[in-house]
């Protein structure tokens, strides 16, 4: 079975300057990685995947994120944070299993911002 | 109306009560989701149905029943439930072979 591991419940940060959000996880298989994040008051919302392809994958806002398969980490970057990022983060795994994907989260990160 | 809905956002109920939450995705995806997201707990998935059959049942009490008519939607019924169910139920979609799920904004369920 597999597992994600967001050991930061909390990372406060100033703005504009540059925040890492930490995810591992383990598998005995291949898996899919995924960011997905929560304003308040609303659902999870898509962020960045990995699913193949280069390590390296960025969101539209400024957000990446790298596979690395070695340390089977998937942490998330940002160079310089804005105070409309405060959210909750969650990192996810997902394997297929059989006509369905099965997705474990994280307990989430919740980004806080400081003006 | 795109993407994932779900009725109603807000919802308080006493422990004798029957209510229904419903979720309908307009994404002509094949699978739906319901989870469990209570305060410092992690996402917690309830029911999967895939092709409107259900394929996954996470040991959820059976005050809780799921109901998937058709692709489009899905219920959760809910009856004698417990304060500690109390929590923000959300629920998602995706196609059978992809692996990124569309969410809805939730259900905030309070029980008294």
């Known amino acids: 079975a597999q597992s994600v591991t967001q050991l930061d419940s909390q990372v406060p940060v100033f703005e504009e300057a540059p925040v890492e959000l930490r995810c591992n996880y383990s598998?005995?298989?291949?898996?899919?990685l995924f960011w997905y994040v929560q304003y308040p008051n609303q659902g999870l919302q898509l962020l960045l995947k990995?699913?193949?392809?280069?390590?390296l994958v960025e969101s539209i806002n400024g957000f990446e994120a790298e596979f690395n398969k070695s340390q089977t980490s998937f942490h998330l970057r940002k160079p310089s944070v804005h105070i409309s990022d405060t959210a909750e983060y969650f990192c996810?795994?997902?394997?297929?299993?059989?006509?369905?994907?099965?997705?474990?989260f994280g307990t989430g990160t919740k980004l806080q911002v400081i003006p | 109306e795109t993407g994932v809905t779900q009725t109603p956002r807000h919802l308080v109920m006493g422990m004798t009560n029957k209510k229904s939450l419903k979720c309908e995705q307009h994404l002509g995806h094949n699978a739906m989701y319901w989870y469990k997201q209570s305060a410092k707990k992690p996402l917690e998935l309830m029911f999967v149905?895939?092709?409107?059959?259900?394929?996954e049942n996470n040991s959820v009490p059976s005050r809780f029943s799921p109901e998937c008519p058709n692709s489009s939607h899905l219920f959760l019924h809910l009856h004698t439930l417990q304060p500690e169910d109390s929590a923000l139920y959300l629920c998602a979609s995706s196609q059978v072979v992809h692996n990124e799920q569309f969410f809805g904004p939730g259900t905030r369920l309070t029980v008294l």
């Open positions: 990995y699913l193949s392809g280069s390590t």
């Open positions: 996810a795994v997902s394997v297929k299993t059989g006509g369905y994907q099965k997705v474990t």
């Open positions: 149905y895939s092709l409107e059959e259900r394929v």
């Open positions: 598998s005995s298989v291949s898996v899919y």
